[in-house]
């Protein structure tokens, strides 16, 4: 009598643990969130549940969490899977003491190299020309998919872009810099010669 008593409980108390929500109707609403606000939070993945995410240009809303892995389903259907831990390794925060210093030294930004009248001008002046108006109502796509072509940057300049970690409008091209706009007005700057080393392969 006193055997079934203890084995009910024992199975109550395994069969709650596997409950993995599903999202039903993704809602689409609103632009998608870069996946890399969501790495460093501590109830990542389950935070992102039910949320309009971008990963690597691909938008949709994390319908399932199985296993640690993201089920994120787009506008059209189309389901894909992310594992988290690589979410995480790839959208980690960026060392900002090293990457800081290294482009620096690296395109050294000073005002003196740029009134060179020798150094053709005609290229100068295109690479400041300025989005005024950043339109962030575009699709958001995967620098990778500009990276590879042959007139990158300048097929950047104005396109709504997912950088690992970062989303925004390339709003500005200059020497040899992208510098991108979030819709919260945050602008970073990316080396393009790091960019087409990363993302340039085809």
């Not at 980690?92 to 005002?111: C, F, G, I, N, Y």
């Not at 003196?112 to 005609?122: G, H, I, R, S, V």
């Not at 990778?144 to 007139?151: G, I, S, Y």
């Amino acid at each position: 009598m006193q055997s079934p008593s203890t084995s009910e409980p024992d199975h109550e108390a395994t069969s709650p643990a596997p409950t993995p929500k599903v999202i039903a109707e993704p809602d689409f609403s609103g632009e998608p969130v870069p996946v890399g606000q969501f790495t460093e939070r501590a109830d990542f993945p389950q935070c992102t549940l039910g949320v309009y995410v971008s990963i690597h240009g691909f938008t949709g809303v994390v319908v399932e969490i199985i296993n640690q892995s993201l089920k994120v389903r787009s506008r059209d259907g189309i389901s894909q899977r992310f594992n988290a831990y690589r979410l995480k390794t790839l959208f980690a925060p960026p060392d900002r003491t090293k990457p800081v210093t290294q482009t620096l030294s690296m395109e050294r930004p000073k005002p003196a190299p740029t009134p060179k009248p020798d150094d053709e001008p005609e290229d100068l002046l295109p690479a400041r020309r300025v989005v005024t108006n950043p339109d962030f109502d575009q699709p958001v796509r995967a620098i990778r998919a500009f990276a590879t072509q042959a007139d990158f940057p300048e097929n950047v300049y104005g396109k709504h872009v997912d950088i690992p970690g970062y989303a925004g409008v390339v709003v500005e091209i200059v020497k040899g810099s992208l510098r991108v706009q979030s819709p919260t007005g945050t602008i970073r700057s990316y080396n393009v010669d790091a960019l087409k080393k990363l993302y340039g392969r085809p």
